[in-house]
């Protein structure tokens, strides 16, 4: 009797091991059907809006941290972000070169987190006054899709052809979601941004596969 008590108990454990499960903590997301646009949702939520897709977030797939390069100096307004690999793991992010602007993402739901110091954003182009002004950041996908913004009231100061004062980029995260595979991903600045440290200090993303 005490053998098939223990075998019984084997078998649910294994049945227990090998049944999927999804903690009650798991994150979840409405994914637009339309844009792709991600937003958080709380745990337990059974619906979305409409013309929205309810989505598990479970363990991290991929990611990638990447560093400015195109530092200390001026990126131009419009300008693609250059950057260098850093810490990677995952098959879903992927780029080509010792430095790059472009950044290739599968399908997926994705974190994007973009922080920045020491920068000065002009109105005007070198070797004109730098006039301060509001700087803006764009995740941008294909080059047409804006998916992500990262902006600021501050912008720093000036003094006679030279920035002073300068101001950290406005960090955060941003959840988006990448619908065709082999997306291209480009940060750019909608005014001219000038660094004043050196290249692999000046900026970070790190792009995280949630799912």
Request: hydrophobic fraction near 40%.
């Amino acid at each position: 009797m005490q053998k098939f008590v223990g075998l019984g108990a084997c078998v649910l454990a294994a049945a227990w091991w090998l049944a999927p499960t999804t903690p009650a903590h798991a994150q979840q997301a409405c994914v637009n059907n339309s844009s792709g646009a991600a937003k958080i949702v709380p745990a337990g939520t059974t619906s979305c809006g409409n013309n929205e897709t309810l989505t598990a977030l479970g363990g991290l797939q991929a990611a990638a941290d990447f560093q400015c390069v195109s530092v200390p100096g001026v990126t131009s307004a419009g300008t693609p972000f250059t950057f260098q690999s850093g810490v990677s793991f995952g098959s879903a992010i992927s780029v080509s070169g010792a430095s790059f602007t472009s950044i290739t993402l599968q399908t997926g739901v994705y974190q994007l987190h973009f922080d920045g110091v020491a920068f000065y954003s002009s109105s005007t182009p070198p070797p004109l006054i730098p006039v301060p002004t509001p700087f803006v950041i764009t995740a941008t996908f294909n080059a047409s899709t804006s998916v992500a913004v990262w902006s600021s009231t501050a912008s720093g100061q000036t003094a006679p052809a030279i920035a002073t004062n300068p101001t950290d980029v406005p960090g955060g995260d941003r959840l988006v979601s990448v619908t065709t595979p082999n997306t291209i991903l480009t940060i750019t600045a909608l005014a001219h941004l000038l660094n004043l440290v050196n290249a692999g200090t000046g900026c970070h993303l790190v792009t995280t596969k949630l799912q």
